[in-house]
């Protein structure tokens, strides 16, 4: 069964860092691109950022750029988040998501994690 | 960037009413377009891909259709299960931009 577990949420201050891991299992992660979805309290889904399965190519959305750094291990089938200069408005569920097979980096995605919760709080 | 307009924002039906939600572009996107089904405190769920195909499992009720800058997702025959937040998402550039999301609710 592929699934996606999320890990590593919390409370932290502004200006603080925090870094979220997705653990993979059920597919032959290295051959799928990644990327991480986030959701603040009653809003709608917002796309964060992007990774090929090589972890060659990235993306970021603009509201993150320069302070979110995504990569990947394939060895450990686990996708991370590091997200540094916390603000108040980055407060969200972090999903990771899984990309389809011949898909791009920037595809539609087919499976979820259950997501992490990140509050940014002083 | 290109911006995803929904409409409506809400909408209100009966178990059994054929149900659309609209999806705008702000510019060409082809058919880079997937549509996902939220319930409250569950993660998304890929329901359509590629404008048009159906995701694996998902129930032949629902469609879409649309190419270019309009969209569309329809479902048939609304069932119970089916009241939700639905998002569509743009995958034509380097942004993957999801529509402000659309909740179907109860009559």
């Known amino acids: 069964e592929v699934q996606l577990l999320e890990s590593g949420g919390g409370l932290v201050q502004p200006g603080g860092s925090l870094r979220l891991s997705c653990a993979a299992s059920g597919f032959t992660f290295s051959s799928y691109a990644m990327s991480w979805v986030r959701q603040a309290p009653g809003k709608g889904l917002e796309w964060v950022s992007a990774i090929s399965g090589s972890g060659g190519s990235t993306y970021y959305a603009d509201s993150v750029k320069g302070r979110f750094t995504i990569s990947r291990d394939n060895s450990k089938n686990t996708l991370y988040l590091q997200m540094n200069s916390l603000r108040a408005e980055d407060t969200a569920v972090y999903y990771c998501a899984k990309g389809p097979a011949g898909g791009g980096v920037i595809a539609d995605m087919d499976v979820w994690g259950q997501g992490t919760t990140v509050t940014v709080s002083s | 960037d290109i911006q995803m307009t929904q409409s409506p924002s809400t909408l209100s039906a009966s178990v059994g009413d054929r149900v659309t939600i609209t999806c705008r572009a702000s510019?060409?996107?082809?058919?880079?377009l997937a549509w996902y089904q939220q319930k409250p405190g569950k993660a998304p769920k890929l329901l359509i891909y590629?404008?048009?195909s159906l995701e694996s499992g998902v129930p032949s009720r629902f469609s879409g259709s649309g190419s270019g800058t309009e969209f569309t997702l329809t479902i048939s025959s609304l069932q119970p299960d089916d009241f939700a937040t639905y998002y569509c998402q743009q995958y034509n550039s380097y942004l993957g931009t999801f529509g402000q999301g659309t909740k179907v609710e109860i009559k």
């Open positions: 510019q060409s996107i082809s058919s880079w």
């Open positions: 590629k404008a048009s």
